[in-house]
């Protein structure tokens, strides 16, 4: 097991959201600081899970595939890292996001 080093310390963690769950967030977001840059809302495997999956969209299927590289994480945490994903985190499940060209979200599938 690595040792990982988070961008952001627990006591730079504020309450920007509440009650929404667990998610998995990449490496790249939280070790690396890069931004959201590709987000799904899968079915829930849980009761504490949100559905929400969250990667800088730069991993590539072998980074993925690496339980190392990837962790699950209170959806707040992840907001604190972006703010940019607040807005859609009432999203239904199904939805799939990316950031376009001015680095704005979009739907880019609902199922």
């Not at 840059?37 to 929400?52: H, L, T, V």
């Not at 945490?77 to 859609?88: E, L, R």
Request: charged share 30%.
């Amino acid at each position: 097991m690595i040792t990982k080093i988070y961008r952001l310390k627990s006591h730079e963690i504020r309450p920007i959201v509440f009650g929404i769950g667990g998610c998995l967030a990449t490496d790249r977001i939280v070790v690396d600081g890069r931004r959201v840059g590709y987000m799904f809302r899968d079915s829930p495997i849980n009761e504490q899970d949100s559905g929400w999956r969250f990667f800088s969209g730069d991993e590539d299927e072998n980074y993925i595939r690496n339980d190392d590289h990837h962790g699950v994480y209170d959806v707040n945490t992840i907001a604190n890292y972006d703010h940019d994903i607040v807005p859609f985190l009432r999203s239904e499940y199904g939805s799939h996001f990316d950031r376009d060209e001015e680095g704005n979200f979009r739907l880019i599938s609902k199922k």
